[in-house]
Each structure stands twice: as structure tokens, then as C-alpha cells.
């Protein structure tokens, strides 16, 4: 009987001695979840509104002054934007793939780094300067170059200039998944890259990139590139759409061996575009400038660009929800390609007065000038796959004031090591024609066999004339609320001040 009053006893102890360890057990459990939930507000997942975002819903206000934009400012998380759905092929969304270090991520059954950055817009805003200054250090290694029949064996365009690779803008894109299957297309992408092999040390890691600056305005490419880079750096840089869209136009000329010059005589006015119609002291150029600023603001007018709202969701699952920012491109694509079909047509040309300008006009302009200077909209399908860690922004005023302070910032970004960037920013690169008059005065580093990147000395880049006073404080009026709807998106100050664009 002793015995099993000892044994019970001891039994009952050691259920205490349990009880007490499950217990701690609970307890450290708990303080563990309460950590990872806590430190969990602080991450940004796509689609995903953190609980501090569910409780916010003021905006910041937009200083009226112009600012000094911290290209590390972190940009503002979208707000309740859930993802459009991932493409139904039966492949993972993002592709799988490992991250060895900072600056080297190994996608998919590959041994060599995929490119740790890719400079994605804006046009005319310096990206080919950028670029050719980060070509310059030594950790920094340029395209491969490709064959002769590159295009014929995968389906895809060589790259433009030794930069531009635009592989994932929507038609090349689906001309190489076309031609190779998906995942072989992936192989085609990264091949136009050197090797690059891990290191063990970081520090030692050598990158490469792209410069493709139109990736920003085409469709679906901030989703293409994701499902492959999802680890990639972005550097967008951002000009004065007033200076971008003029700058545009003489770029575009400068390509033509013979610019045409259309002498049109209409200037057709807009509610987003109205300026007083005084066509006798203008020249053909700055003529056509105005009448190709009315045809594209026309279109954006009747896609009703200015009522798009960055702080609601960008897709919900219906056919247009919110003014989709992919909505948006395709009603001005959709208009610009009507206007090319009915020119086509002398009786739709000849009905209305509207109508023979935007004709007699439209043959030489740039489609969609105004519409890649209004930046939110472009920049909001990116801000719902990347994290806000991995884009820098750089205004391209600040670039050009201050280069080789902007380039030290650049350089911290993607983790190199410090250059001398004085000794490489005097010259500037550009896109250039070698056959055009600009492009024989020209330098050509990488060849020159079609377009290709040239140097210029810095004073000689903006070589043409002037805008006219009246045709940039129009276009400083029309491009103010879309700079506002960037301010709202970033959360930052305005980026231009529209006094400071009409000389007061």
C-alpha cells in the first residue's frame, strides 16, 4: 500500500512537472506569433493592405512649391489594389528561382545571375545617359552582343543601341513565348546577358541590366517582367512632361533623314488643351508641335484620363473598374489607330474642319507624345508587384543639375562600389541615326549600324529651339492635375510646379 501511494505520488509530479512545461511552451508560443504579426506590419505584400494602411485614409498634402525629390523616399503602397489574375498556363507565378545575394538571383534552372536591374522609363528623361555612365564601372558588365539572325532563329528583335532590349513589351513578348514556349523565352531573355556566377562574397558580385524606357508605357509589362525578375531592381526616372513631350517631338525628327514638315493651318482646341489660336508667327515645326499636342489631347480627353483616381483599387475583376490604368493606354491606343485607319479614308478626312486638321497633321506626329508624359497611371501596375525597396526614382532635373551626385545615389542603390562618376559625366549618350546631320557630328562607342547610342558633349544635347511661351503654359495648365495624381500616388510633393512652368 505504501508502494502505490509512492507511485502515485510520483505520477502525479511528473503531470505537474508536464502541465509546467506545456505551459512555458504555450507562453513562448505565443510571444513568438506576437512578434511575427507585429513585425508582419512593416512588410509589403502585393495586392495586400497591411493593418496600417486599412486605418488610413488621408492623403498627403500636395506642397504647391517645387520640391527636392530623396530618389530613397520610400514610394507610398497602393491602397486596397488587389492583383489582376495570373496567366492561365500552368506555370508558377512568379517562376521559381533562388536568391543567392543581394545583387544575384538565380532564376529557374539557370547557373549565371539574372540582371539586377532594369532602368524602365522614362523616355527622354536621361535613361541612355544613366546607363552608359553605369557601363563605365567596372563591376558593371554591357549586353552580349547577338547575331545576324538572332531575330529569325528566336522570334524576338535584337536589342536597340546596345541597351534597349524590350523583350517584355507585349508584342515582343508574345513573339518569343510564341516562337519558344514560355520558358524558353525566359532562356532566350537571359542569354542576351554575360555569365554571371555567384560569389560568396557580396561585395564581389559583378550585376548587369537593361535600359528599355519604354517598358513604362506598354502593356502588361510590369506583370511580364515580375514573373521572371521578381527580385530585379527598377530605376525609373521621371522628366517635366512639358520638357519630355517637346523633347519627343525634335527626337523623333532627328531620327529622319528628311523630317517632313506638314504646313498645317488648324489648330483644333480642347477642354484639356485651349490655347489661343495665333498660327502667323509660328513656324512649320512649332505649328505641327501644337496640332499634334490637340490630336493626342483630344484622346486623352475622350478617355477621361483626368477623373482616373490612383487612390482607388486599380482592378477588381470587372471589365473597366475604376478607370484601369491598362483601360486607360488601350482607349488612347485604340483612338490612335482609328485615326491611322481613317486617314486612309479621303471622305472621313474632308467632313468636318476637326477632322481635315487632325488628318493634315497626324501623318508626321508621334503617337502618344502627351499621354507618356502623364506618369501615375503608368506607374501604378508596378507598385502592385514590386516592393517599394526595389524602384528608385529619380527626377531627371535633378540628374541633369547634379549628375555625379545623382549617380553616387544610383550606385548605392545596386550595391557598387565607388567611381569617380566626374570623370565620365561630361559627355552625354543619346539614341542617334549616324546617317542624320546630328548623327555625323556624333560618336559612335559601340558601332554604329543603324540606330545606335552616341556621345555628345552635355551642351550640345537640347540643340533646338525653344517651345513658345504660349504652348508651355498650355501644356504646363494640361499636365498639372496628372502631376497631381503622381504626387498622390508616391505620397511626395509635386514633382514640377505649374508657376514655375508659366515663367511667373
Not at 569617380?420 to 559612335?444: C, D, H, L, Q, Y
Request: net charge neutral; charged share 25%; with cysteine.
Amino acid at each position: 500500500e505504501e508502494a502505490q501511494t509512492r507511485q502515485v505520488a510520483t505520477w502525479m509530479r511528473r503531470q505537474s512537472e508536464t502541465k509546467k512545461v506545456l505551459v512555458l511552451a504555450a507562453i513562448i508560443l505565443s510571444l513568438l506569433a506576437l512578434s511575427y504579426i507585429r513585425s508582419g506590419e512593416d512588410r509589403v505584400i502585393p495586392g495586400r493592405r497591411t493593418p496600417a494602411q486599412k486605418t488610413k485614409t488621408d492623403v498627403p498634402k500636395n506642397s504647391e512649391t517645387e520640391a527636392e525629390i530623396d530618389p530613397h523616399t520610400p514610394l507610398r503602397d497602393p491602397r486596397a489594389h488587389p492583383l489582376p489574375p495570373p496567366p492561365n498556363d500552368g506555370l508558377p507565378f512568379p517562376l521559381p528561382g533562388k536568391v543567392v545575394n543581394e545583387k544575384c538571383y538565380l532564376p529557374l534552372n539557370r547557373t549565371s545571375c539574372a540582371p539586377t536591374f532594369a532602368v524602365i522609363g522614362a523616355m527622354k528623361s536621361g535613361t541612355t545617359s544613366l546607363f552608359g555612365y553605369l557601363l563605365e564601372h567596372p563591376e558593371m558588365l554591357p549586353l552580349r552582343p547577338t547575331p545576324p539572325d538572332f531575330e529569325k532563329k528566336t522570334g524576338v528583335k535584337p536589342p536597340l543601341a546596345n541597351k534597349e532590349i524590350r523583350f517584355f513589351n507585349d508584342h515582343n513578348f508574345a513573339a518569343a513565348v510564341k516562337h519558344n514556349g514560355f520558358l524558353g523565352a525566359q532562356h532566350v531573355y537571359l542569354n542576351l546577358f554575360e555569365e554571371i556566377l555567384p560569389t560568396f562574397d557580396e561585395e564581389d558580385q559583378i550585376i548587369t541590366g537593361e535600359a528599355t524606357p519604354m517598358y513604362i508605357c506598354q502593356h502588361r509589362t510590369a506583370e511580364s517582367m515580375y514573373r521572371l525578375l521578381p527580385h530585379a531592381k527598377l530605376i525609373l526616372m521621371l522628366r517635366n512632361p512639358v520638357d519630355r513631350v517637346y523633347s519627343e517631338f525634335w527626337f523623333r525628327r532627328a531620327l529622319k533623314v528628311k523630317p517632313p514638315v506638314n504646313e498645317a493651318s488648324k489648330i483644333v482646341p480642347t477642354r484639356l488643351l485651349n490655347w489661343d489660336l495665333d498660327a502667323d508667327r509660328l513656324n512649320a515645326e512649332q505649328l505641327l508641335f501644337r496640332m499634334c499636342c490637340s490630336i493626342d489631347a483630344s484622346s486623352i480627353e475622350e478617355c477621361n484620363y483626368d477623373q482616373w483616381d490612383p487612390t482607388k483599387p486599380f482592378y477588381n475583376g470587372q471589365k473597366r473598374p475604376y478607370l484601369e490604368p491598362e483601360a486607360l493606354r488601350n482607349c488612347t491606343s485604340d483612338n490612335h489607330n482609328k485615326l491611322r485607319k481613317e486617314n486612309k479614308n479621303p471622305g472621313f478626312c474632308s467632313q468636318s474642319p476637326k477632322q481635315e486638321a487632325f488628318c493634315s497633321a497626324s501623318l508626321d506626329c508621334t503617337p502618344h507624345g502627351l499621354r507618356n508624359g502623364i506618369y501615375a497611371p503608368q506607374i501604378a501596375p508596378w507598385l502592385q508587384y514590386y516592393p517599394r525597396k526595389n524602384i528608385m526614382v529619380i527626377r531627371s532635373e535633378d540628374f541633369y543639375n547634379d549628375t555625379p551626385k545623382v549617380m553616387q545615389e544610383v550606385q548605392e542603390f545596386l550595391g557598387l562600389s565607388d567611381f569617380p562618376w566626374e570623370s565620365v559625366t561630361s559627355k552625354a549618350f543619346n539614341i542617334m541615326n549616324p546617317k542624320t546631320p546630328v548623327g555625323r557630328a556624333a560618336s559612335f562607342e559601340h558601332g554604329n549600324v543603324g540606330l545606335s547610342m552616341g556621345t555628345q558633349s552635355v551642351g550640345d544635347v537640347s540643340n533646338y529651339e525653344m517651345m513658345d511661351p504660349l504652348s508651355r503654359r498650355a501644356l504646363a495648365r494640361f499636365f498639372h492635375p496628372f502631376n497631381v495624381q503622381l504626387s498622390k500616388l508616391l505620397g511626395t510633393p509635386l514633382f514640377w510646379d505649374v508657376d514655375y512652368e508659366m515663367g511667373q
